[in-house]
């Protein structure tokens, strides 16, 4: 350097020294005897000046354990000697770790002034014995910026000025204005500046309790901090501290080892697991707004709050640890419900929310659970080391990663594994916990324990590219091992500590704002365990068509929010994926249009029956959560059916062709993946028995977001099948995430109806509460019928149910009951039943039982209860028209139900309620116009009242409204509360034609 220079040489402690002098006079310049290496056994440095970066570089031979010796490295600044890299690199990595027969010896410096750079050589062995080579490598400036420790605070240093004793920071939480809040190290509480420097630092003795987790930081600087009893009690406390650090309140809670906590910035909400076991709810004043402690069962996870205010939560029973639920609490603390997993759940903070609303569960498996609770796909943590627990971090494109021992998992958001990343040491031991760059760069920590010296090595940081490559690693000094939560904050600083008490910032390189998806342990830097996102919502419709001058569709969505509009695009695809054109409300559109909806409206998306016919499908995407269905009309009949699921792996349908009646039934297929999709079909018998396979792959198979719909008897079966008269079940797999619907057509007549997932998703069992009785309740074995007719000659019902399970066969109950609730009496299949039929369902296989049309006209409802899971779908028929709909779920709270009417058109549409309890349900009804104005109320009380059991199917203009409504043209929402769990259907009619729809929980 011009001006100075400095003199480098190894110690008699093993540990390599510098000193600057001045160059004109020979005077020391700075301090005395600067240290360079952190560890001992260094020897030979070598020492060269890069004036563009003003900085030394320094290099020497050091041993590691085992007898290992390598290359190292440490930069200097040149107008102060202060090391830039804190702990210094390896350069060099000569075969495996722990051998001693592979090295590096004698390194030598080349300055490459051209290009401003350094370059290493050294003599290198890489077989074991078997011969030296000159080896080399670039060692870039300090300005590349990633990949370097910032500053080091170190344990020892501080607690000169303090009384602790913990020497330990669990984890660090970073403010906006990149201020760092620890726990534990030097202190129990402290405030450090961007460079490290403490602002405030309170002492155990001052907290009164020793941290436990890390910080969480509200929006207006409010601290939150669990810690146990200095005393070592089983007492703790929650603490709440001002950005001054000054204690607010302490709350007392027992069990502290798994307390967890999340944030409700919006409701000034703090949410805590294991306090009493369950989740509590405590303001931001200290005081306890709601406690749910489940029977039996105890929270191990820390809570999790989603943009809808849901709270999260995985619970286990303690008398058998590998039963755990996933839980879904309101705001309230009562459920919304409850999953139930079949792997141990890893406690902590083993879950994470995706920007689609699936929540990632982490443990023995990685599971991926949609936002209505049901399980989309699952995975072993460990690869093939199943006994590893993983926990999920989601990245910025919904790349979900998952550490487990010696590997890195990473996986597509439909659970396609992307890549595995290896460990090159058979000793070195993955953190399950990582953070993510917003430039998708993972950064994950390992211990290397040692194979020759048991628990004797160093902590590794990672830095993994989004195709799982290397991009760079930093070793960390011998007996340095990483066991803290890593945080990276805006800047692309990384904060990560060790178990020596010692703090580390590292540049990355990763700067900028990273919030979206889940990048870090409890969500972002102020560990408030809450997506700050918006979460966006997707709806699906498997089939579309217009065109022809026969058929049209209708795409009704209805906003449920009352005081939110919800924003969205609506997107239209062809078989081949490719943008669809159609008319739409009379303005043409390609592909997309963007869609708003204000609060309680609805709005109607119709084409025009007008031009070729085209076919595909449609699908919106959300900020909020829309109810809709699709409407099909023209001379080929009147239809309607809810959107579509997402089926991650597959599906069955029910299959019925009859070419002397021109009945005919296929499926309508959607791929929702990026990647073209690969199906395969099975077709079974109505005793379960496998007739035929056929498969969509490659070129034939469905383009990305490409559509397909085809009868059962278009597609290429390996055996021939007569379809003269058929009744069956079809069974779908693919392995790109898809969504389907069923198509039925008759002469003049069309129907479809929904499909049901295949058993392979039937690990996450959906249990509902019921509210009345305050009590967990299976209800994955019991489907619902809203609505069941028959008689006159014109109408006949068929209820259509399948096993999905593949070994075991179903029994099932189905009961018959009138409006009154009361036993109704009917033939099925032949056979006089009165009011109810048992029946065996073989395994993969279905039963249908089809009502004769006979006699006079009876109404009702039908429910079907089994000793496990089962699917259905019931189809009307008759002169009436043909409709299909699937099973209606128990409603305990309010529904949304679209409602038509046109009476040029003839066009009516009613509403059909079940009442499941053994009490009579008053119900509470509002009709509100499209643009979410109340136009009136009716009241089904009293003598009115749904009787216990018992049904009602009323069209809109039947109801006794409190003030005149017009019912010549109308488009709106039917809005419906009931004092008991209901089930509910729609009901459209219009000349020779009849439909029915799902309606939305709200």
Not at 197 to 202: A, G, K, M, Q
Not at 204 to 214: D, F, I, L, R, Y
Not at 573 to 581: A, N
Request: glycine share 12%.
């Amino acid at each position: 350097m011009q001006g100075e220079y400095i003199v480098v040489w190894a110690g008699s402690d093993g540990r390599i020294y510098g000193q600057r002098f001045d160059s004109a006079t020979g005077q020391i310049v700075g301090p005395a005897h600067l240290p360079i290496s952190l560890s001992a056994q260094g020897s030979l440095p070598q020492v060269e000046f890069n004036p563009g970066e003003n900085e030394y570089l320094v290099v020497w031979e050091r041993q590691r354990f085992g007898g290992k010796t390598e290359i190292a490295g440490q930069r200097l600044s040149g107008n102060r000697g202060l090391k830039i890299d804190k702990i210094g690199f390896q350069i060099s990595e000569m075969g495996p770790v722990d051998s001693a027969a592979f090295g590096a010896f004698r390194p030598a410096l080349v300055f490459d002034s051209e290009n401003l750079r350094s370059v290493a050589v050294w003599d290198g062995n890489t077989r074991a014995n078997g011969g030296n080579q000159v080896l080399g490598a670039t060692v870039l400036s300090s300005s590349t910026g990633a990949g370097r420790v910032r500053w080091l605070l170190t344990g020892a240093e501080a607690k000169e000025s303090t009384s602790s004793t913990s020497g330990f920071f669990g984890a660090s939480t970073i403010d906006s204005d990149d201020s760092v809040y620890t726990a534990g190290g030097y202190g129990a509480l402290s405030k450090l500046s961007p460079d490290g420097s403490p602002v405030w630092t309170l002492t155990q003795a001052e907290v009164g309790s020793k941290p436990s987790s890390a910080p969480a930081l509200a929006k207006d600087g409010t601290l939150f901090l669990v810690g146990e009893s200095s005393e070592g009690s089983a007492q703790g406390h929650l603490k709440s501290f001002l950005p001054t650090g000054t204690e607010n309140w302490s709350f007392p809670v027992q069990e502290t080892s798994w307390v967890g906590i999340a944030l409700n910035d919006s409701a000034s909400i703090l949410y805590g697991t294991q306090i009493e076991n369950g989740v509590t709810a405590i303001d931001f004043e200290g005081e306890v707004s709601w406690t749910y402690v489940p029977e039996g069962r105890a929270a191990v996870t820390s809570p999790i709050v989603t943009t809808s205010g849901q709270i999260l939560v995985g619970m286990t029973e303690p008398a058998d640890g590998g039963h755990s639920y996933l839980y879904a609490l309101h705001a309230n603390g009562t459920v919304a419900w409850i999953t139930e997993l079949d792997w141990s759940i890893g406690m902590g903070h083993a879950l994470a929310r995706g920007r689609d609303g699936t929540t990632y569960v982490g443990g023995a498996m990685l599971g991926a659970i949609s936002s209505d609770g049901a399980l989309k796909w699952k995975v072993p943590a460990g690869g093939n080391l199943e006994s590893e627990f993983c926990y999920p971090m989601i990245g910025k494109d919904g790349t979900v990663y998952c550490g487990s021992r010696n590997t890195i998992q990473a996986f597509s958001p439909e659970g396609v594994r992307l890549f595995v990343f290896l460990s090159d040491l058979e000793a070195e031991v993955f953190s399950k916990y990582a953070a993510i760059g917003p430039d998708r760069t993972l950064y994950a920590l390992s211990n290397y324990t040692g194979a020759l010296t048991p628990w004797h090595g160093w902590g590794r940081l990672h830095a993994i590219d989004k195709d799982g490559n290397l991009r760079w690693k930093i070793d960390f000094p011998d007996e340095t091992f990483l066991n803290s939560i890593p945080v990276l904050a805006n800047s692309g600083d990384l904060y990560l500590a060790s178990d020596q008490g010692n703090l580390y910032s590292v540049r990355t390189g990763s700067s900028g704002e990273n919030t979206l998806e889940w990048p870090m342990v409890a969500h972002d830097a102020r560990h408030t365990g809450q997506t700050e996102q918006t979460e966006r919502h997707q709806l699906y419709f498997a089939q579309f068509a217009d065109g022809g001058g026969v058929l049209f569709s209708q795409i009704l969505l209805f906003n449920p929010d009352e005081s939110s509009s919800v924003t969205g695009t609506l997107h239209l695809r062809d078989d081949s994926g490719s943008p669809l054109t159609v008319d739409l409300n009379h303005e043409l559109i390609t592909g997309e249009k963007d869609l708003e909806i204000a609060p309680s409206s609805t709005l109607i998306l119709a084409t025009d029956s007008v031009g070729d016919l085209v076919v595909g499908s449609a699908s919106v995407e959300s900020d909020r959560r829309l109810g809709g269905v699709v409407k099909f009309g023209g001379s080929v009949g009147l239809a309607g059916v809810g959107n579509s699921a997402e089926l991650s792996q597959g599906f069955l349908a029910p299959m019925e062709s009859n070419r002397q009646a021109a009945i005919n039934t296929g499926v309508a297929l959607m791929n929702l993946s990026d990647e073209p999709a690969d199906l395969e079909l099975e077709l079974y018998s109505m005793g379960g028995k496998k007739l035929a396979a056929a498969v969509l792959a490659g070129a034939q198979g469905l383009p990305a977001h490409g559509h397909t719909a085809r009868f059962v008897d278009q597609f290429t079966w390996n055996t021939t099948i007569d379809f003269t008269e058929f009744a069956g079940l079809l069974k779908v797999a693919a392995n790109r995430p898809i969504s389907a619907t069923v198509i039925q057509s008759r002469p003049g007549e069309f129907a479809t109806m929904p499909v049901s997932p295949s058993s392979s998703q039937k690990w996450g069992k959906l249990i509902g509460r019921d509210s009345s009785l305050n009590t967990l309740v299976d209800s994955s074995h019991s489907l619902y019928f809203a609505q069941f007719a028959e008689g006159g000659g014109a109408l006949f019902s068929q209820i259509v149910l399948f096993n999905p399970d593949d070994s075991a066969p179903a029994e099932a109950l189905v009961s018959l009951r009138n409006d009154e609730g009361a036993p109704l009496t009917v033939d099925l299949n032949g056979i006089v039943v009165e009011g109810s039929v048992s029946v065996t369902i073989p395994a993969s296989s279905m039963q249908v039982l089809k009502t004769d049309g006979l006699g006079p006209v009876v109404v009702g409802s039908a429910t079907v209860t089994s000793n496990q899971p089962l699917a259905g779908v019931i189809v009307f028929g008759g002169s009436v028209g043909l409709a299909g709909v699937g099973s209606s779920p128990e409603i305990s709270g309010e529904f949304l139900a679209p409602m038509q009417t046109d009476q040029q058109e003839q066009v009516n549409t009613g509403i059909a309620l079940m009442n499941l309890s053994d009490s009579s349900a008053a119900i509470n009804l509002e009709l509100l116009s499209d643009s979410g104005e109340v136009l009136g109320t009716a009241t089904l009380a009293g003598e009115l009242a749904l009787a216990p059991r018992g049904h009602r199917a009323l069209f809109l203009d039947q109801f006794d409204w409190d003030r005149p409504i017009d019912f010549a043209h109308f488009n709106g929402l039917l809005k419906v509360q009931s004092s008991e769990p209901l089930s509910a259907t729609v009901i459209q009619t219009s000349p020779g034609q009849f439909a029915t729809m799902p309606v939305v929980v709200n």
